[in-house]
Structures are given as C-alpha cells and as structure tokens.
C-alpha cells in the first residue's frame, strides 16, 4: 500500500511520516518512508528511499538553468523517470509512507499526474492543518483545494485534520456559517465528496495514529461504506 501525504506547506506532513512510521514500526508493521521532496534539507527521519540521491532542487536549477519553482516542477519530471527504480523499492514492503513537497501546484498543476505513479494500491491523505482553520471560511477554502487535489488525482484520496493540538484554538468545532456563499459552498463540499468521518492526527503529540491507519485501510474497502 502507498500512501502519499499532501498538503498546503507546513501542514505536517514530513512530521507525520517520521512519527506515523515510527508508530508503523513499533506494531511491527513493514513500513518503508520516502522521501520525493528534492528541496528538503534536514529531515527528521532517515528515509528507506530519498529522492535527493538522484538529484536536489540545487542539481535541478543549475543543470535546466531553472528558478526554485520551474525546479520543483521540473523534479516531478525527474521523479517520474524514476519510476521503476521507486516502484520496484516499494514493492517489499507492506505500506510505504511517501514524503512529498509543500508545493500542491505539483499535484494539481503538472501534466504528469501524481495518481500516474502511485495509482496501484495507492491513497493520497489530504493534510488539512488545524492552525488554518480559524473559521468556517478557512475551512471551505481549505475544502476546495482538498476537492481540486482529490478531482485531479486518479485514486482515493481521504483527509484529516493535522497538528490537531491547535484545533482548540481555531474555530472548527464552532462550525458558524458566516454568509450564504460559505454556506453554498459548503454544501457542494459536502454533496461532492463521499461521506468520511473527521480524524484529526496530531503527529508532534503522537495521536489519532491508529485511526488514521483505519481510514487508509478504509480507502481501499470496496463495500464504499466510508461512515
Ligand atoms: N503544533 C504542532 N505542530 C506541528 C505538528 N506537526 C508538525 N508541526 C510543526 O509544523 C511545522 C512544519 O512541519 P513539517 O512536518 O515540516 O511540515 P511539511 O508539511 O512537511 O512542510 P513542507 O514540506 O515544507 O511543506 C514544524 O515546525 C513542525 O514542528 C503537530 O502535530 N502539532
Ligand atoms: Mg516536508
């Protein structure tokens, strides 16, 4: 199983590879963490499979005489000609947990879709972080792009709340509905995606692992019943 983390930057997604791979690890479940973010410079896990021992954001820019950004886009080219080498690597092992950059213009906006790579026994977790939802308009906006990302991409996509510590501080719960396009839209939000109950992972305090671990598994039960 791949499962491919995305998010806006700094939602939590490299914290919750290293933590939920360490949690994976300790039910001795064969996990393997990758690392597909060619711009990282420090992690905090040792990836099984890195990414930058091909090529970094650096090697990209000099090499096509590119900026940061049209070299970010340029590694998803690159990721993909590496295609066997990763598809190969990720075969032994029973869930491979896949780091990816903060940039979500590489999930929705490059002609090479993700869902190409990973499709096959793959689920994307989309990272809604609980610091950007301070109102019922930040969670709709949020929403969207979990709706572009997931309409984009050819396979299952669920989503969770992240760094769910600091939901108490943000206005979720609340769920006040501020003006009646908000409400518009949350009510395309909900009728367009199917039913999935809310799991809020918080991978700094090392919680709601085990749930997200069931909504994965979920993903891919084909009976639908996602309630
Ligand atoms: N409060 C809180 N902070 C968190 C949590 N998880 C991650 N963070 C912090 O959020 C910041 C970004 O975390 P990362 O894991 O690097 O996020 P990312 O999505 O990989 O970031 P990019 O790859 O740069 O897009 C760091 O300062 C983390 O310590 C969490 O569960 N709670
Ligand atoms: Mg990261």
């Not at 000099?62 to 990763?86: D, H, T, V, W």
């Not at 780091?99 to 906006?109: M, S, T, Y």
């Not at 990302?149 to 206005?171: F, N």
């Amino acid at each position: 199983m791949k499962v491919l983390f995305l998010g806006p930057a700094a939602s939590g997604k490299t914290t919750l590879v290293w933590k939920f791979g360490d949690y994976l690890k300790e039910q001795e479940i064969d996990v393997c963490r990758v690392n597909l973010d060619c711009a990282v410079k420090m992690l905090p896990y040792k990836p099984d499979f890195d990414v930058r021992e091909f090529f970094t954001l650096e090697s990209i820019m000099q090499k096509y005489n590119l900026g940061p950004n049209g070299a970010l886009m340029k590694s998803i080219e690159l990721i993909f000609e590496l295609q066997e080498n990763i598809l190969n690597f990720l075969k032994d092992f029973e869930i491979s947990l896949i780091d990816f950059p903060g940039q979500l213009e590489l999930a929705i906006f490059h002609p090479l879709k993700l869902s190409e790579l990973f499709k096959e026994k793959g689920v994307a977790v989309f990272l809604l972080p609980a610091d950007l939802l301070q109102n019922s308009k930040d969670y709709v906006f949020l929403k969207l792009i979990n709706l572009a990302v997931d309409y984009r991409l050819d396979m299952p996509c669920v989503h969770v709340v992240s760094k769910s510590d600091l939901l108490e501080e943000c206005m979720l719960r609340k769920k006040e509905i501020e003006d009646d396009f908000t409400a518009q839209l949350m009510e395309i939000i909900e009728k367009s995606q199917s039913a999935q109950r809310l799991v809020c992972v918080s991978p700094l305090k090392e919680k709601g692992f085990e749930e997200l671990y069931s909504l994965i598994h979920e993903a891919f039960c084909t009976c639908g019943d996602m309630e």
